[in-house]
């Protein structure tokens, strides 16, 4: 078996949560106690009120395509066998986008608006990306 | 919204009295400063100013281009020295700075140099030497294969494409446009390649859907522009170029992520603060200068600006609409597309040139007043008169 050669995930204090949660098929969002507003990115403030307290939640795993580009050029060499490769932006129901990887369609089907489902896919033994599938 | 009032005051108070500059193109024995350095000499001739006249030195370049080493180099102790950390959104800003302390009394004389060795430094826009974690702006996401700033303009006009119907063919009408251009401008690194919608068409994609020739060149070279106040100006060599109108507006919103916004939250105010201070209309202007890192960034600049209807770029931009002798050229030097890319430097330069008349075969006959506008979330904008 060839060892994954694409970039990984830089986990640090801040991000641990939700990469402990991706690799048990979660994904988690921070949700501000002061003003219930859901984050992506692992600010220690809100954005919305400042409040300073915020727990990690599941989230539904559902979402919306934003955009999306289709890479020709390998910029990375682990996904030098892989171009034409897409990366998708998912607006998910919570209100956050995030950017990864649709699965289980071909390129030239992707449509911005398409519902969207999370899965999860492990990509080494302490890795798991969180991709997206066509709902339903 | 700022204080429109006492803003109009600042309305042709300062001036561009010098422009320079440096060869463009490859330079394997050129670092960033030497190439800002010929730039400079150019425009201290250019206004008939000498070194030590210059009393604030603003500095900026890829790759961290320091203002104190300049200064060092130069043997320059100004009352000011800058640079801006927002790469090429730094352009309009750092010349509304240079304004402020021209305005204020601070500074009487303000050198601003630009040097990029890009190509020679074999400068990355994407892939491992960009991810920084922590700083996530253009990088976030990377372990997806999410990298570069074509990508993140990629985006853009897919959600252009799909929302209001306009395509791939439509959008080569910018750096058709561009080339033509370029083919006028002795400066022009692709002054001898015509580009056609065809041959666009059938260029490879860097990041669907935009292709080779939406994705601007890379390369060295240095500029440098010599600002005034408006009294000063006139003792100068050549006819100055004021400084009318400026505006800018940012968003913080979402900056850790890529572009993903049409820049509907930002450019409409830029462009409501510059119209408002200069005390003029779209219809007044005579050319644009648009930061064109990609192709895409003309079309958000013409809409977000009010040259045309949102959605409505694809259509306006074609026939000849943005080119010389259209209704309003843009980017009459070929810009970042086909003449070089100096970061919105080299866009300030053919402003001024076209506003002293000094086009020759590419001149906008009668010029009176050229717009500059740079997209992003930090927007800005200039407005020059002559
Ligand atoms: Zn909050």
């Not at chain 2, 009393?55 to 080493?69: A, E, K, M, T, Y």
Request: with cysteine; proline share 5%.
């Amino acid at each position: 078996m060839s060892a994954y050669r694409k970039p990984l995930p830089a986990v640090d204090d801040l991000n641990r949560p939700f990469w402990e949660g991706v690799r048990r098929r979660e994904l988690r969002l921070l949700r501000c106690e002061g003003c219930g507003g859901y984050r992506f990115r692992s600010f220690r403030l809100c954005p919305k009120c400042g409040g300073d307290k915020a727990t990690w939640v599941e989230t539904s795993g559902k979402g919306t395509i934003w955009s999306y580009g289709i890479f020709h050029k390998a910029y990375f060499e682990g996904f030098k066998d892989e171009v034409p490769y897409n990366v998708v932006l998912v607006e998910l129901a919570e209100g956050p986008r995030l950017y990864t990887n649709l699965v289980g369609a071909r390129n030239d089907q992707i449509r911005i608006g398409m519902p969207v489902e999370a899965v999860f896919e492990d990509v080494t033994p302490e890795v798991t990306l969180v991709k997206f599938k066509p709902a339903g | 919204m700022p204080d429109l009032e006492r803003l109009k005051r600042l309305r042709n108070r300062t001036a561009i009295v010098g422009v320079g500059a440096s060869r463009q193109g490859t330079f394997p024995d050129l670092d960033p400063y030497t190439l800002a350095i010929e730039a400079f000499r150019s425009a201290l001739d250019d206004c008939g100013l000498v070194r030590g006249d210059i009393d604030g030195l603003i500095v900026q370049g890829p790759g961290g281009v320091s203002f104190v080493r300049m200064g060092e180099m130069l043997g320059l102790n100004p009352v000011a020295g800058a640079t801006f950390d927002i790469g090429g959104f730094a352009t309009g800003p750092l010349i509304q700075y240079a304004a402020l302390l021209l305005d204020s009394g601070i500074c009487r004389n303000v050198a601003l140099l630009y040097g990029n060795a890009s190509r020679t430094e074999g400068r990355r826009f994407g892939g491992e030497t960009t991810v920084t974690p922590g700083r996530e702006y253009s990088s976030a996401f990377y372990y997806y294969g999410l990298t570069s700033p074509g990508a993140a303009s990629a985006f853009q006009a897919r959600l252009h494409f799909e929302t209001y119907g306009t395509t791939s063919r439509q959008l080569a009408a910018v750096p058709v446009a561009q080339r033509r251009h370029a083919a006028l401008n002795p400066q022009a690194i692709k002054k001898d390649s015509p580009l056609t919608v065809e041959k666009h068409q059938r260029s490879r994609f860097i990041c669907e859907p935009l292709r080779l020739y939406d994705y601007c060149l890379i390369n060295d070279g240095g500029v440098a522009l010599i600002m005034t106040t408006a009294e000063r100006a006139k003792d100068r060599r050549k006819r100055p170029v004021y400084l009318m109108g400026l505006g800018r507006h940012d968003t913080y919103r979402h900056s850790s992520l890529p572009n993903y916004l049409l820049w509907r939250e930002t450019m409409p105010m830029a462009a409501e603060m510059a119209f408002g201070m200069a005390g003029i209309g779209r219809d007044d202007v005579d050319a644009l200068m648009i930061y064109d890192s990609f192709s895409i960034n003309i079309w958000f600049a013409l809409e977000n600006f009010g040259f045309c209807k949102p959605g409505e770029a694809g259509a306006f931009t074609q026939d000849g609409r943005i080119e010389l002798g259209g209704e309003i050229p843009v980017n009459t030097h070929g810009g970042h597309l086909a003449e070089s890319y100096m970061q919105g430097w080299l866009h300030q330069v053919e402003a001024v040139r076209q506003l002293r008349g000094e086009c020759g075969a590419r001149q906008v006959r009668g010029a009176e007043i050229v717009q500059y506008i740079c997209r992003g979330n930090v927007a800005s904008t200039l407005i020059y008169r002559n």
